[in-house]
């Protein structure tokens, strides 16, 4: 299954005791539609207050129901800010995480003297201007397969640092911006941190070269403070053709 959601008010995708996360609200319908407790498995899991386009999640299941009922059915049981946006029957053989080829999020900010408003909780936000070809050579820098850590949220669970980053594209639409993140895999927080470095050279507090030393530390502290969660957006894994699922979110259109 595809799923989208709007992660402001749960405690991010992984299922905790509370039950106010997006894995325990999806699990909760689902086995109410199939008659039998679903337990699920994700591509990514995303933090609290970050949102998923495509997050692909995928589980066993003796029931037998035409692929459009797993659409409908669902999401006539889901809170308003999830949704499944489709379905398919896969071979055994495929694993919504490990199939995965890459990983894709998107940051969206405001870059507006005015905090926003009507997108409150969509966008993140800062107040200083921002210069495009300063964070576009520091991208540059980021690229190809490093050790991470000082990207690394201390509490990150991934065996190693070491990630290969695909591709960074940064672009702008009046005062709002968009960063685009393609990984093989990402550490936890490691966007985040991305980007509170990224912004501290595009408002002008370091120069584009200091983030080579940031990375050389390989040191959490060397780094800038973790940006906020709010315009982060999963948009979703790549997998290889011949699995024939989607390759791009429709809601991706939606996005600043």
């Given at each position: 299954m595809g799923i989208s959601y709007h992660g402001g008010h749960y405690q991010g995708w992984q299922s905790q005791l509370s039950r106010q996360t997006v894995q325990d609200q999806l699990e909760d319908a689902l086995s109410q539609f199939a008659g039998h407790k679903v337990s699920t498995l994700c591509a990514g899991r995303t933090d609290a207050g970050v949102h998923g386009l495509m997050q692909v999640i995928h589980f066993d299941t003796p029931v037998d129901r035409p692929v459009a009922s797993w659409v409908r059915g669902p999401n006539a049981l889901l809170p308003k800010d999830i949704a499944v946006q489709w379905a398919k029957v896969m071979p055994p053989e495929f694993h919504c995480r490990a199939s995965a080829v890459s990983r894709s999020y998107a940051y969206v900010l405001l870059a507006d003297p005015v905090r926003p408003s009507v997108d409150q909780g969509r966008v993140g936000w800062v107040y200083r201007p921002l210069q495009f070809e300063p964070m576009?050579?520091?991208?540059?820098?980021?690229?190809?397969?490093?050790?991470?850590?000082?990207?690394?949220?201390?509490?990150?669970?991934?065996?190693?640092?070491?990630?290969?980053?695909?591709?960074?594209?940064?672009?702008?639409?009046?005062?709002?911006?968009?960063?685009?993140?393609?990984a093989n895999a990402f550490l936890h927080h490691m966007i985040r941190n991305l980007m509170g470095c990224l912004l501290a050279i595009g408002d002008g507090r370091h120069p584009p070269e200091w983030i080579k030393e940031v990375m050389a530390a390989r040191d959490r502290d060397a780094a800038a403070p973790t940006f906020s969660p709010d315009g982060l957006y999963f948009l979703g894994p790549r997998?290889?053709?011949?699995?024939?699922?989607?390759?791009?979110?429709?809601?991706?259109?939606?996005?600043?």
């Open positions: 576009q050579l520091a991208a540059q820098w980021l690229l190809g397969e490093h050790d991470f850590s000082s990207f690394r949220a201390s509490a990150c669970q991934a065996l190693s640092p070491v990630k290969n980053l695909l591709r960074i594209d940064i672009s702008r639409r009046g005062a709002y911006w968009r960063f685009e993140f393609e997998y290889d053709a011949h699995w024939g699922l989607p390759e791009r979110a429709s809601l991706i259109d939606g996005l600043p």
